[in-house]
């Protein structure tokens, strides 16, 4: 007896469900690496909203390959209120605390008149800092 495609398909797919089922997936690491040497940031405490998570959140430190500085890394724990775009926002922001002393943010009011036209440019600005490249 030859199974037709259909038949097959769906008990890909029931199997694919099932595996998934049972595995959670697991919170990302996020990874920033800072100009600054591994023995400056141990014998300091980390600046900016890093510092705010840091109870619900496990940090670590690492020297980076080449001698480039510092990995920081970040992992939520299972049950953890603290969301991948907060953790990646406070990354951002510390990196540049570190680097720079300062944090630029957008200030002041807009340029342009809102507009249903660029309605899709302000929702990305306005979450722009959320998610993205570190």
Avoid: C
Avoid at 3 to 24: D, F, K
Avoid at 100 to 106: N, R, S
Avoid at 118 to 134: F, I, K, V, Y
Wanted: no cysteine.
């Amino acid at each position: 007896m030859i199974v037709g495609p259909l038949a097959a398909g769906a008990a890909a797919v029931a199997v694919a469900r099932r595996r998934g089922a049972s595995t959670p997936v697991p919170r990302r690491r996020h990874v920033v690496t800072v100009y600054k040497p591994l023995a400056e940031l141990e014998a300091t405490q980390l600046p900016g909203s890093l510092r705010e998570i840091a109870d619900r959140v496990e940090i670590g430190l690492a020297a980076a390959p080449g001698g480039r500085g510092t990995e920081i890394s970040v992992r939520v724990p299972d049950g953890s209120p603290v969301s991948d775009g907060e953790v990646r926002r406070a990354l951002r922001e510390t990196r540049s605390l570190i680097e720079a002393g300062d944090v630029l943010l957008l200030s002041g009011p807009a340029t342009t008149e809102p507009t249903l036209l660029n309605r899709p440019l302000q929702a990305a600005t306005q979450h722009g800092r959320e998610g993205g490249l570190l």
